[in-house]
């Protein structure tokens, strides 16, 4: 893994002010999302870190700003964010807040990659498909989240190693984006069910707990005679995150050569999400999952030497 210095140098960010920034956003990413973090520190291009980072911690704040509260509230504050967020974009200095230190890395990000912007406009488009989030009616309602915030979402970094020549959201690029995140966010989803249960929504339609004799409430209150009926239910779900899963696996052949290893790694590590929450089931409810650490390791290391060997090809 190349120094955090030199990956700062090799993107050309020589500001002082912009690596202390760019800095404060690595520290941030590498606590909340370690995996994706070293992953992407291990298997990209060093000079696209930067990048990464600011856009991990830039979608990490504002689902973090429109995360507590009730719609009202979440909706107010997902507005004054973006009021920053497009000053900042447009160049407009505001009063130093604890959000200008991302803020700048983020507008910097954007100069850099100046098609990036569209996506940051997309997805703040999308949020407020989060900031009224209370759960989901049918597995449409499902899909249009997906479409509306969780794939925009997942673009903002995506959109830094996609095809150069595509633009067409019909893509092949953008269609196994689309697939990976689906997989990705009902894994998610399953994983902290009784977190989300807790506080009065899930990631699960209630169509889907009707079919399998199960409420909300029975969720909450963790009890022991729903948990074979939840089991068939997260092994139900957790198939329809394999099948799109299966459908994201071709990404990796689409961008240059020195992105596969990152992008199969991040399929690989939703593989074994998904067989942790099949293997806990109906025990879901009692608590979440993540990848077994050490399976996820051997995927970061696998991937490593693929990446590394791909390297000494390209000499």
């Known amino acids: ?89 447009d160049g407009d200095p505001r009063p ?5 230190s991302l803020l700048r890395a983020l507008a910097d990000t954007t100069r850099r990659h100046p098609h990036v912007t569209a996506y940051v406009h997309a997805f703040l488009h999308g949020a407020p498909v989060e900031a009224d989030w209370t759960g989901f009616d049918t597995e449409a309602d499902y899909q249009a989240y997906i479409d509306n915030y969780s794939l925009p979402a997942l673009m903002l970094t995506a959109s830094l190693i996609a095809p150069a020549q595509e633009a067409d959201a019909e893509g092949p690029f953008h269609q196994g984006c689309r697939a990976l995140i689906e997989a990705w966010q009902r894994a998610d989803f399953l994983a902290d069910l009784s977190e989300d249960a807790e506080r009065g929504r899930i990631g699960i339609a209630d169509e889907e707990l ?31 995150a394999q099948a799109a899963l ?61 990446a590394k060997t791909q390297q000494r090809r390209s000499r």
């Open 210 to 240: 009707v079919r399998h004799g199960l409420t909300l409430e029975c969720l909450r209150a963790k009890a022991e005679a729903a948990m074979p009926a939840l089991g068939r239910l997260v092994s139900a779900q957790a198939d329809l």
């Open 96 to 100: 130093e807040t604890a959000g200008q």
């Open 1 to 89: 893994m190349p120094r955090w210095s030199t990956a700062l140098t090799e993107a050309g960010i020589t500001d002082a002010t912009l690596r202390h920034d760019y800095g404060a956003q690595r520290k941030l990413v590498r606590r909340f999302a370690p995996q994706q973090y070293f992953a992407a520190r291990l298997l990209l291009p060093a000079w696209l870190h930067p990048s990464v980072v600011a856009m991990v911690a830039f979608m990490h704040e504002t689902d973090e700003r429109i995360d507590a509260g009730d719609p009202g509230v979440r909706r107010e504050a997902l507005s004054s964010w973006e009021r920053e967020v497009r000053a900042a974009l």
């Open 246 to 306: 299966s459908a994201s696996r071709g990404l990796p052949s689409l961008v240059a050569a020195s992105y596969g290893p990152f992008l199969r790694a991040l399929i690989s590590v939703q593989d074994l999400q998904l067989q942790a929450v099949r293997r806990k089931g109906g025990s879901l409810m009692h608590g979440g999952v993540r990848p077994p650490i050490a399976a996820t390791l051997r995927v970061l290391a696998r991937q490593y030497l693929a």
